[in-house]
């Protein structure tokens, strides 16, 4: 248990669906991200927020979209996802960006988009 | 882009024996970080490292931080069944950087 919690933890959408993917902390930390973790592939980072502020997003399509209403909860909103989009989704936070501020992860979430 | 090299990609071992894996660079990093991923979980800080030269355990497991900081390994020693998973080296190079991670090195530990 790291602190991280993420909800659903298995999720089985229809490429016309619109669902969310929801992750929470409570350990005051001030940074979150989101990735995604394909079978036999690395970590690829997602999104970035500090503070509240978006302050990276890696070239990910438009039907991934972030939303961070406060420092302790994060979402994805997925619409119109794709087949090669069903992967492992992890949300991690860290207290700051700083070389020492440990990043701590969720559990996941795993999508299946059929 | 930066990258960091995991090896090795896969490794199968007797329970019981040590384990070797390590992570390099072609640039320098400020902070190493070793994390396990059981299947169906997310990864799991285990060790991290700050200082160049900088060895630091949790119980069976050892981390160093190389003294060039474009390296890092990991041991784990006298394995046991709950070791099997994915191991990840990461590493953030600069203050404000985003943390790079490696491919993972999967443990298989044969019965």
């Known amino acids: 248990e790291t602190g991280v919690t993420q909800t659903p933890r298995h999720l089985v959408m229809g490429m016309t669906n619109k669902k969310s993917l929801k992750c929470e902390q409570h350990?005051?930390?001030?940074?979150m991200y989101w990735y995604k973790q394909s079978a036999k592939k690395p970590l690829e980072l997602m999104f970035v927020y500090s503070l509240e502020e978006r302050v990276e997003n890696n070239s990910v399509p438009s039907r991934f979209s972030p939303e961070c209403p406060n420092s302790s909860h994060l979402f994805l909103h997925l619409h119109t996802l794709q087949p090669e989009d069903s992967a492992l989704y992890l949300c991690?936070?860290?207290?700051?960006?700083?070389?020492?501020?440990?990043?701590?992860f969720g559990p996941g979430t795993r999508l299946t988009v059929l | 882009g930066q990258q960091l090299n995991q090896s090795p990609q896969s490794m199968f071992i007797q329970e019981g024996e040590d384990v070797s894996m390590n992570c390099t660079s072609s640039s320098i990093f400020n902070t190493w970080l070793w994390y396990k991923q059981d299947p169906g979980e997310g990864p799991v800080l285990l060790i991290a490292l700050y200082k160049a030269g900088e060895l630091t355990s949790n119980g069976r497991l050892t981390a160093q931080f190389g003294i060039t900081r474009k390296d890092s390994f990991l041991n784990i020693s006298a394995s046991i069944p709950s070791d099997v998973g994915i191991y990840f080296c990461a590493g953030q190079k600069d203050r404000d950087d985003k943390i790079i991670f490696g491919k993972g090195t999967r443990l298989h530990i044969l019965p």
């Open positions: 350990l005051g930390h001030n940074a």
């Open positions: 991690a936070s860290r207290p700051g960006t700083g070389l020492d501020d440990e990043q701590f």
